[in-house]
């Protein structure tokens, strides 16, 4: 039988138990977090393109409460000197990405949920083995408290996850590692939904306390689509190290490169022809050239050229930053559309959401993987290009509706006025 494909998993547990799903071995970004060794590290990609499922891999290597080998036989990394760090540090871990919500009371429930079972895990780990009125213990449930009853206020939840830190700490006499994937989705949630402002100390407070001189941290790492930005969230820390789709380090992990989409079509009965190629082929992280994951895994199974990735969103920010655009973006925007390259500027580290201008606007389109880079001609000047047909689709759809709607304002203009 053949293995089954993973569409729609990102449980490395899930996806290795038994041997049953097709794998596309990452596993040595675990090398290379050990050996990069930096305390804070973010990892900004677009959506679908493997970054839940590489995050609870290295949860899986490393959690101490688990036995892990069977699910790394056969993979790279265990051929390595590292292979001796398996199941040897405390992990913390958690997904933001259902973090979306209307308003700011709706969040604060899912985030908490979001964080819970991380609180549950260690509550039933710790067991009856410590002091309650102990220091590194008492607010962390003080905390679970006010999660499990429904009363923990915005104040009490910025801290919540700093205290787990202490707990977990001070129950190992190990810091623990802390993995947050796809941290920025509640910030770009309260854009969307209008009550950023609300918000504004609770973020900032929040990843502060667990990133900034924290002693009880050993090592950090993020997942999001963009860094949420020098001017507000992380503007009082200084030690993450940002690692984008055009830095080399981590960009083999993310994506399938070309030997890697051969063998899977290959092995599901299919071949990787110029169809393919101009469907889902384009992007180049780091100087490596990349194939859309999600499309991949969905062309093997169906066997149909479909926009499988493009239908996975609303595209609410692509399509709210084009109707805002100025006539100089446009006019770069429709060369893009003709099948060219263009030289822009691009600010990647600095997020659209709170810095509205072109070259943060070209940055999110590169970082959100709709345009992607071909060359950097200065420090932020590049070179983009439409990735794909697939990606190509999309924009004439957007670019389409936006002129449908156009046309209906002016006919209504052109009704009120008597206008011809």
Not at 119 to 138: L, M, N, P, Q, V
Not at 161 to 190: H, K, N, W
């Amino acid at each position: 039988m053949k293995k089954i494909l993973p569409i729609g998993r990102d449980d490395f547990r899930k996806v290795r138990e038994n041997n049953k799903y097709y794998y596309v071995d990452k596993s040595l970004m675990i090398k290379d977090f050990v050996e990069l060794d930096n305390e804070v590290t973010l990892i900004t990609r677009p959506r679908r393109f493997g970054k839940t499922l590489n995050m609870s891999m290295i949860r899986e290597f490393f959690d101490i409460t688990k036995e892990s080998r069977n699910l790394f036989k056969g993979l790279a990394i265990m051929d390595t000197e590292y292979a001796e760090c398996i199941n040897s540090r405390p992990v913390i871990y958690f997904t933001l990405k259902g973090c979306v919500a209307s308003d700011s009371e709706k969040l604060k429930s899912q985030f908490i949920r979001a964080i819970f079972s991380e609180f549950r895990k260690y509550y039933e780990i710790f067991g009856d083995s410590t002091d309650r009125a102990d220091y590194y213990y008492s607010q962390y449930y003080r905390s679970l408290e006010g999660m499990n009853n429904a009363t923990l206020t915005w104040n009490e939840l910025e801290g919540s996850v700093y205290y787990l830190m202490t707990a977990v700490t001070r129950f190992y006499g190990i810091a623990p590692v802390l993995l947050i994937d796809e941290y920025d989705q509640p910030v770009i949630s309260s854009y969307e939904h209008g009550y950023r402002k609300e918000l504004g100390d609770f973020f900032e407070g929040f990843y502060g306390l667990i990133l900034k001189g924290n002693e009880f941290l050993s090592q950090a790492l993020l997942t999001g689509i963009q860094r949420v930005a020098k001017e507000s969230i992380f503007s009082k820390i200084n030690n993450i190290i940002v690692y984008t789709v055009l830095d080399e380090a981590y960009s083999p992990y993310f994506g399938l490169n070309r030997s890697e989409t051969e063998a899977m079509l290959r092995y599901y009965g299919l071949e990787l022809n110029e169809e393919v190629k101009n469907h889902y082929d384009g992007y180049l992280f780091g100087g490596i050239h990349m194939y859309n994951p999600w499309s991949i895994l969905n062309y093997a199974g169906k066997k149909v050229l479909s926009p499988y990735w493009i239908n996975t969103s609303t595209n609410y920010f692509i399509k709210r930053a084009l109707t805002d655009a100025d006539l100089s973006f446009t006019e770069k925007f429709n060369q893009l559309i003709m099948n060219e390259s263009v030289n822009v500027s691009i600010a990647l580290e600095t997020s659209f959401v709170e810095l509205k201008n072109n070259s943060t606007l070209w940055g999110l389109l590169v970082n959100a993987g709709y345009i992607t880079n071909v060359e950097r001609i200065e420090t932020e000047y590049m070179k983009v290009r439409i990735p794909n047909d697939e990606v190509k689709s999309e924009f004439q759809k957007i670019v389409a509706e936006q002129a449908n709607i156009q046309n209906d304002d002016l006919k209504e203009m052109q009704t009120k006025c008597n206008f011809p």
